[in-house]
């Protein structure tokens, strides 16, 4: 059983940065493949960026390229995403989540059904 906890959301104005963090439990975290994904209202959850457990290997989505930064700490089992120049569109619930095979394509990243184990979401709001 893993448990992630994600922490970091807030109200901020565009053009802003907020950063993102997921507590993961469990003694083999450097093995996980860590995703995180976001929902709006009224929309699909999509996939915005993906770290392989050295964090050797990252994939963003193209909406984010450029502006977010996927990262971990092994050592304090916590995947983190920076996000600067945020924009209104940013705003959604920010999820991050456990992939189930530990191996990194990043046909399957982007994929939420290759994750099992999901945290609350953090809420972030970006106002223009």
């Known amino acids: 059983q893993v448990q992630l906890v994600e922490s970091g959301g807030g109200l901020v104005q565009a053009g802003d940065s907020l950063r993102l963090s997921c507590a993961a439990s469990g003694r083999t975290f450097s093995a996980y493949v860590m995703g995180w994904f976001r929902q709006a209202p009224g929309k699909e959850r999509e996939f915005v960026a993906a770290?392989?457990?050295?964090?050797?290997?990252?994939y963003y989505a193209d909406s984010v390229k450029g502006r977010f930064t996927i990262s971990r700490d092994n050592a304090k089992n916590t995947v983190y995403l920076q996000m600067v120049s945020l924009k209104p569109e940013d705003t959604a619930n920010y999820y991050c989540?456990?992939?189930?095979?530990?191996?990194?394509?990043?046909?399957?990243?982007?994929?939420?059904?290759?994750?099992?184990?999901w945290g609350q979401g953090t809420q972030v709001t970006v106002s223009s």
């Open positions: 770290i392989s457990g050295s964090g050797a290997i990252i």
């Open positions: 989540a456990k992939e189930r095979s530990g191996a990194f394509y990043s046909a399957r990243v982007r994929d939420s059904a290759w994750y099992d184990y």
